[in-house]
């Protein structure tokens, strides 16, 4: 019975080290490369005009360069809308329908790719 279990551990460790052995393999991995667009040297709002809970926004921006913006109720850090955009001009004008949003205090937070954000206070009637 020993003679098994020596017979075993020692076939055990041949086959062991027979599995282990140098590969000329090497593995590619492909970055998943993300386009942030051109680095933004203007993030700021211009002007801000609000009718009822249509909100117009015009933005200093740069073109080619990627900006959020996000709706936030005031005093919570958590968007209740997420907006993105690529700026194609050095002035970026949007519109935002907050119809859905209840009637509340909001932060409009304008935000580059470098996480540099302007907030902008909001008040849906």
Do not use: H
């Not at 993030?43 to 073109?63: G, P, S, Y």
């Amino acid at each position: 019975m020993k003679k098994a279990q020596v017979i075993l551990v020692i076939l055990t460790i041949i086959v062991a080290l027979g599995s282990c052995r140098k590969s000329d393999y090497v593995p590619t991995i492909k970055p998943n490369k993300i386009d942030l667009g051109v680095k933004s040297t203007s993030t700021a709002i211009k002007a801000i005009t609000q009718t009822d809970n249509t909100v117009v926004a015009q933005f200093e921006t740069t073109a080619g360069s990627k900006y959020a913006v996000q709706i936030v109720p005031f005093g919570s850090e958590e968007p209740v809308k997420n907006y993105s955009f690529t700026a194609t001009d050095d002035v970026t004008t949007k519109t935002y329908d907050l119809s859905g949003l209840s009637r509340s205090d909001y932060d409009l937070i304008f935000i580059d790719v470098d996480g540099k954000e302007v907030k902008y206070p909001l008040v849906i009637k």
